[in-house]
Each structure stands twice: as structure tokens, then as C-alpha cells.
């Protein structure tokens, strides 16, 4: 057997196989020995080397090694690709008129039978071969231990060939996967062994995941089939003591077969945990959210009859929105658009939904359809995978920055396709409990479980309280973190005492944040107070009785008073003590309703003119509706010192800046006046003798 030196020759015996299977037979055996040829290393060019001869070093030339007989790697990519697409098309084609025999649709290896088997088998094997000396018989079984062959190299190929390789390789699996198991029939062994080998390979390059993202995973039932694959390599691989989520229900005899996966095909590959992980979070996100259409409308009966239109118009544009998704849907193996297939029953359905979908089944066989059922043709299956799949990963070790991506990616994609979203509520706490950006992500899924799926968290507002820290104004996420507690504040059934808590945090990390950080808790204190006008009170309050009597020391009102004034009165409320207290984790419990603003009256005499100047936004009447409005926090989240520092660059003077202040123009350059006490003892006038000169 001689293997291919070129593509070109791979190709005439690839196109003679296929012309004629059992005189060029012998091609195959050659065209499968280059796919198991290892590709060849490149020639080491060895320079000056030292070599050691007695005791002194000295650089010698080391003669080079002769050039290996075998093409290097760069002539082995095509042979093996042109060895690839000749050996798909032979075997589809013989897949196609059923010639194949030994291999099983449900994907039995016959050449590792016969490896594990041992001599008895073989022994075995050739006593019946010489019982049925039937050549067309005789012709298939090779044919069966020949496509065995060339599964296994395709597998090989994919966790650790370059990527064209890969890429011919994944293409001509799923070609097999399409034909193997008879026409318009999807063979899901062999697509699970082909997405295990993407999953646990150790090389898997990305070119081969983009072909499978745009090219595959848009079909239902590749879909279907890489949902139930990662959620049962996930569940083999999740955190001891967690459960494994139900199953989805309904199945047909594809999803059977494939749940029956060698143990020894799910753990191959040399992935470790966290990098497993990470390669099934990559597949699952490329795998689109699938949400059926909502059921028809009931018809409306008695007192309800009056609105029959309307509720007709609603079951037509259900209708018109199901037979639009319906007329986007596609399969890999055809079965679909040829109307081959139907939706099998779901078993996790009512029984109302079950006998509809009986019925239905039982008119398309009356009519002569012949359509049988499948679990991947249910859109309903399909949205318990997608759940199912999600889960089970997140039973699993997963890495930090995976971590952070799911969270991202929960609120738009994940809980609005899944049927029970409510079952990520554990996921969610336990991540709010790390605290961080990660808490606020994770606060965002909650916030969309409680208002759009009936879970009940009454803590919510006390775990955001708790994640505004110093630290969320300096955060490199922070525009994203108080985009989030815009949209959490933004309701206006908050309870006035949980709005004026946050009003009071916001303003008193204020006072330590930065210059950007400043501006952008101002911003939030107005926008709270003008949602909320019964916190109108913290910036109006009046002086305590304690400093009324004080004259300038009592803390006047935050909204009004000059920047000294208001300097001083801060001073006195913090010295005096404020009822607030900073350090309860209940906002409902800090007594902020209680207390005031002075914060603000502090502020106007920040160092930067930004920030004081931002204090002019709280003068105005903010329970007046109709001529104020919210402000748009959106400039302020990304601001920083370089942004603050360029917009004063950047700023056009119409006046000369002056350099210093006087309140009586100076009298020389060296006025004792002005001067005051810093010159004491230093006698400035004209030397003795100077006039006399």
C-alpha cells in the first residue's frame, strides 16, 4: 500500500473509488493510510554547536540530518484534505445505496469489537465468514470496518491537526452524520462523538467552532443533539453533591441512542476542568435562544363576546408569528423541509397538550403523511434543553472569567429561553454573595425574576444597598454597575425610606469619591429626589435644636447658603453626630429619612469647580414635574480625571483669568498690609547712606 505524495494524486485515486467501489477498492486502504500518516516534522537547521573534547570546548558544525522521505507539513495538509473529501464521498454514496454493513446506524465500532474481542472473535468472525461465502456480504463488512477506520481518523484529526485540516474533517463528519443512519434520518451518535472530540480536544483550533456556530447549530436537530451532548458530559463533570437537572422531556429513537455514549468517549481528551468549562460555555453560546410561539387565545364566551375581534386579531398574528418561525426552521439531515418529520408529544406537557398532539399526529397518518415524530421537531423540547444544557454547566467547576460571561449573558438570552428560569434563583444568590460587579450582574437576573417570573426576594434592595461601596465609583465597571442601579432605582414604588437611604449613601460616598465619582453620586441624588418627592425633606430640613443656638455653626439647609456657610454647618453635623447610620446593612433601618443632606452643603466648597458647580442641580424645585426633569447620568459614568482635565482645556475664556484676589489693591510690591505677620522682624526700607549718594 502506498500512500499519496500529492494532493493531486489523492484526488485520481479518490475520484477512481468513487467511480468504481470494488475494482479500485485497494485506494481506500491507501487513502486511509494518509490519514494516518503523522504529519512531518520540520528539519531542525543545527548551527555551531560546542562540542566538549578533552576538557576544552570548542564550536564544531554538527553534520545536518538527511531530509526525511515524507513531504513536510505544509504538502501534508493537502494530501490529507483531498484524501478526506475522496473518502467522504465513497462512503455517503455507499451509505446512500445501503451497501455499508458492520457499522450500525446506532454507531457500533466494528473494528474496536474486534480489537476488544480478541482471537475468540476473530477465530469467530472467520468461521461465519467461511459458513457465507457471500462476496457482496463479504464486500459490505469490509466496507463497515473500512468506514470504522475513517470515523475514528476524522475524530483524530479534530483535536489535533492544523486548522484546514479540521475544518475538512468536521465537514466530512457531518456529511456521515446526515447519511449514516439511512436518509433524512440524523445519526446523533456519531454527531455526539463528533462534538465530544471539538469539546475534550487539546488542539481544537476556531475556525472548526465557526463552522460549527454558522454553519451547523442553526439546524434543530444539530441543535438538539449539542444541547443533550454538553448537558451530559456536563453532568459527568459537575461539582460533587449537586444534582443533575431532570431531563428534557420526550425523545424519539435518535436522543435514546445517543444517551447511551461510551463512558470512554465523554472523558477523552486530556481538557482540564476549568478549560472543559470553558469550551462548552463557548458552544452553548453559540447555540441561539429558541422561544415557541405563545398558545392561541381562547375564545371568548358570555360577557366576553364583545371583544371577539380583537381576540381574533390576536390568534391571527399568533398564527402568522408561528408560521413565520416555522418557515425559518431548518434540519441538517432534510427530514424537515420534506415534511418527513413531526413534532413528537412532550412528556413534561399537560395531558390536554398530549392529546392535542396525539390527535393532530393521528390526522397527519390518516391523511398519509407518514411523518414520524421527533424530539427535536418540538419547540417546546428544544427550550427544556436550552434550560437543561445551561444548568447542568453551572453545576460545574466553572472558571471566574466563565463566570462573569454567563452572567452577562443570563439577562438577555438564557432566562427569557428557558421554561423554568426560576431554578437559576440558587446560581444567582450565591453570586450576589460575592459581592462586586459580579454581584451587581447577578442582581440584574434577579431583578428580572422578580418583576417578570413572581420571585419572591424581599432583600433585593438591601443587597443592592450593600454593593454601594467606595470602591463601585473606581470600579473599571462601573458604567456598567450604575447602568444596572439606574434601571433597579428607576421605579417609582421604591419605598421613601429605602429612597432616601440610597440618596444618603450616594451622598456621603461623595465626600471621598473622586471628582467623576462626585458628580456621578450628585446625579443619582437628584435623579432619586425627583422620583421621589417625599425625600424633598433632606434637603429642607431644618437645623437640629441642639445647634440652634450655635449662630454660624448650626448645619443650614443643604439646598440654599453660601460654600463657607455650608462648609461649617457640614462640619458641625458631623461633629454633633448624624442620626444616619452608615453601617446598617437595612436601608430600612439607617433612619436616613430622618436626616439630611448636609452632604451637598459640603460639597459646594469642593476643591473641584466640577463638583461644586454640580451642587446647582438640587437648587432647583424638584417636586415641580413640569419644569424640571431627570438628569441624564449616561455623560457622567465614563468620566474620569483625563476627561475633567480636557473639558478645562478645551474651555474657551471670553475674559482674562485673574491670577490672585485682593480686597484693597497693594501698595508696592512688598506691602506690609498684605503681607501681614509673615515678614515680622525684616526691615524692607531703602539701605542707610542710599540717599545720600
Known amino acids: 500500500m502506498t500512500v499519496p505524495a500529492s494532493a493531486q494524486e489523492a484526488r485520481s485515486l479518490g475520484e477512481a473509488l468513487v467511480a468504481d467501489p470494488v475494482g479500485a477498492a485497494n485506494n481506500a486502504a491507501a487513502l486511509l493510510a494518509a490519514l494516518r500518516a503523522e504529519p512531518p516534522d520540520e528539519v531542525r537547521r543545527s548551527g555551531w554547536q560546542p562540542a ?103 475524530l483524530r484529526l479534530l483535536g489535533r491537526a492544523s486548522a484546514s485540516v479540521q475544518v475538512a474533517a468536521l465537514s466530512a463528519a457531518m456529511e456521515c452524520a446526515r447519511h449514516e443512519a ?18 475534550t480536544g487539546a488542539d481544537v483550533q476556531p475556525e472548526a467552532l465557526s ?41 424519539d429513537a435518535e436522543a435514546s441512542s445517543s444517551d447511551d455514549e461510551d463512558e470512554d468517549d465523554a472523558g477523552a481528551g486530556g481538557k482540564a476542568s476549568a478549560d472543559l468549562a470553558r469550551a462548552m460555555f463557548d458552544v452553548l453560546s453559540y447555540v441561539a435562544p429558541l422561544v415557541p410561539p405563545p398558545p392561541e387565545p381562547k375564545e371568548p364566551r358570555g360577557k366576553g363576546a364583545a371583544a371577539a375581534p380583537a381576540a381574533a386579531a390576536a390568534a391571527a398574528a399568533a398564527a402568522a408569528a408561528a408560521a413565520q418561525q416555522q418557515a425559518e426552521l431548518s434540519s441538517w439531515c432534510g427530514a424537515l423541509e420534506a415534511g418527513l418529520v413531526s413534532a413528537a408529544a412532550d412528556a413534561a406537557a399537560s395531558a390536554k397538550a398530549r392529546r392535542k398532539r396525539k390527535a393532530a399526529s393521528a390526522a ?20 427544556r434543553a ?6 447542568a454547566l453551572l453545576r460545574t467547576d466553572v472558571p471566574r ?35 462586586g460587579y459580579e454581584g451587581m450582574l447577578a442582581l440584574h437576573a434577579l431583578f428580572t425574576l422578580v418583576t417578570r417570573h413572581g420571585l419572591e426576594y424581599p432583600a433585593f434592595y438591601a443587597r443592592l444597598y450593600g454593593l454601594l461601596t467606595p470602591a463601585a465609583l473606581t470600579h473599571r465597571h462601573r458604567v456598567r454597575f450604575f447602568q444596572l442601579a439606574d434601571v433597579f432605582l428607576a421605579s417609582s414604588m421604591v419605598p421613601a425610606y429605602t429612597a432616601a437611604a440610597f440618596a444618603k449613601r450616594l451622598a456621603r ?25 417625599a425625600c424633598m425633606v433632606l434637603l429642607h430640613r431644618p437645623p437640629p435644636s441642639a445647634l440652634a443656638g450655635d449662630g454660624g455653626g448650626a448645619a443650614p439647609a443643604a439646598a440654599g447658603g453660601a460654600a463657607a456657610g455650608g462648609a461649617a454647618g457640614a462640619a458641625a453635623a458631623a461633629a454633633a453626630g448624624d442620626v444616619y447610620d452608615a453601617d446598617e446593612p437595612d436601608p430600612a433601618k439607617s433612619r436616613a429619612v430622618e436626616s439630611s443632606l448636609w452632604e451637598v452643603a459640603a460639597l459646594r466648597a469642593h476643591y473641584a469647580p466640577q463638583v461644586a458647580n454640580m451642587c446647582a442641580v438640587l437648587d432647583k424645585d424638584l417636586a415641580d414635574r413640569l419644569r424640571t426633569s431627570e438628569l441624564d447620568v449616561s455623560p457622567l459614568l465614563p468620566a474620569s480625571y483625563a476627561t475633567l482635565l480636557g473639558g478645562e482645556l478645551s474651555r474657551k475664556l471670553r475674559k482674562g483669568v485673574p491670577v490672585a484676589f485682593y480686597a484693597t489693591p497693594p501698595a508696592g510690591l512688598w506691602d506690609a498690609a498684605q503681607l501681614g505677620g509673615d515678614l515680622a522682624g525684616w526691615d524692607l526700607g531703602a539701605p542707610p547712606g542710599a540717599g545720600a549718594e
Open 211 to 251: 463552522l460549527l456556530a454558522s454553519r451547523y447549530l442553526p439546524c434543530l436537530d444539530v441543535r438538539y443533539h449539542t444541547l443533550r451532548t454538553v448537558e451530559r458530559l456536563a453532568t459527568r463533570h459537575a461539582v460533587r453533591g449537586a444534582p443533575a437537572p431532570a431531563g428534557g422531556g420526550g425523545g
Open 386 to 391: 436550552y434550560g437543561n444544557a445551561w444548568l
Open 364 to 383: 397527519s397518518e390518516a391523511a398519509g403523511a407518514g411523518a414520524r415524530g421527533v424530539a427535536w421537531a418540538n419547540l417546546r423540547v428544544q427550550q
Open 52 to 154: 566538549r573534547r578533552g576538557g576544552c570546548v570548542r564550536r564544531a558544525r554538527r553534520p545536518r540530518p538527511p531530509a526525511p522521505p515524507a513531504p513536510r507539513r505544509r504538502a501534508w495538509q493537502p494530501v490529507v484534505r483531498a484524501a478526506i473529501q475522496g473518502l467522504k464521498l465513497f462512503f455517503v454514496a455507499q451509505h446512500d445505496d445501503g451497501a455499508v454493513g458492520g457499522y450500525d446506524s446506532a454507531g457500533a465500532r466494528a473494528a474496536k469489537r474486534q480489537k476488544l474481542g480478541g482471537p475468540a472473535a476473530q477465530a469467530a468472525e472467520q468461521q461465519q465468514a467461511e459458513q457465507q461465502p457471500d462476496p457482496q456480504a463479504v464486500f459490505a463488512a469490509w466496507l463497515g470496518r473500512q468506514y470504522a477506520a475513517f470515523v475514528e481518523q476524522l
Open 401 to 435: 472569567d466563565v463566570h462573569r460571561k454567563v452572567l452577562l449573558k443570563l439577562h438577555a438570552d438564557v432566562l427569557p429561553a428557558m421554561t423554568a428560569p426560576l431554578l437559576l434563583s440558587d446560581f444567582l444568590t450565591s453570586a450576589l454573595d460575592a459581592g
Open 182 to 199: 439511512g436518509p433524512a434520518t440524523f445519526s446523533a451518535r456519531l454527531y455526539a462523538r463528533v462534538l465530544l472530540a471539538l469539546l
Open 509 to 533: 460616598l461623595a465626600l471621598t469619591a473622586p471628582p467623576a465619582g462626585a458628580m456621578l453620586a450628585l446625579g443619582f441624588v437628584h435623579n432619586i429626589i425627583r422620583r421621589h418627592p
